[in-house]
């Protein structure tokens, strides 16, 4: 569950489990700011809110369930 408050409005308004991944391209580090993200996505994207700087730039822990067992794929 994120911890902004932007972050947990939207997943209160969707009404549903929404996943999302690390604001990073694969292999680089993820951005804490909105310019760290403009810099790597600005010809791809259509906007993006600020809802301020992140204090950790971690990508998330991914984690596989097969058969009841859960497989850690990326550690955090």
């Known amino acids: 569950m994120p911890s902004g408050k932007i972050a947990k409005k939207l ?13 990073n391209i694969s292999g680089n580090l993820s951005g804490t700011s909105l310019q760290d993200l403009l810099a790597d996505f600005s010809s791809s994207i259509d906007f993006a809110i600020d809802g301020g700087n992140s204090s950790l730039g971690l990508e998330s822990t991914i984690v596989r369930v097969v058969d009841g067992i859960p497989h850690i794929l990326r550690p955090r």
């Open 11 to 23: 997943v209160s308004l969707a009404g549903v489990p929404l996943a999302a991944p690390s604001a």
